[in-house]
């Protein structure tokens, strides 16, 4: 199972609110109260965005997270180029996937238009990796590439 972890970023600041320095209470009506040396309550009012751990680490060991910017880089598949595009940018996001064809339609972690998945790539074939990059509040000029 899974670590359920989170993180936040505060639009006023323009940086993310460490876990390291400051305790960080979400509820379940979209409150974040941070507490530092005297607490702080910010409202699910647009201030803050909350960012949920996806359970995955990048190709470096690093946790991937919702708003993260990663790189999909494609793999050399028994000595054929899976693709014509070598590597793609795109954003970290919850969303829905399916085909409709061979796929039911089902909700998970995204990359793009592709599920986010620690079995190596699309439905294990070790076709791909990612690599974190930014983030869509750091680095908003990674994701209009």
Known sequence: MRPIKFRVWEHSRRCFLSADNNAIFIDGHGFVQVFKQQPNLYWADGSVDIMQFTGLLDKNGKEIYEGDVVKIIYLPYRNHSCVSQKEKIEPVKWGHYGDEEYVSRIECWMAGHEPLSDLGGLWGSG???????????????????
């Open 127 to 145: 076709l791909h990796q990612y690599e974190v990059i930014g983030n869509i509040y750091s680095n908003p000029e990674l994701v209009s590439q």
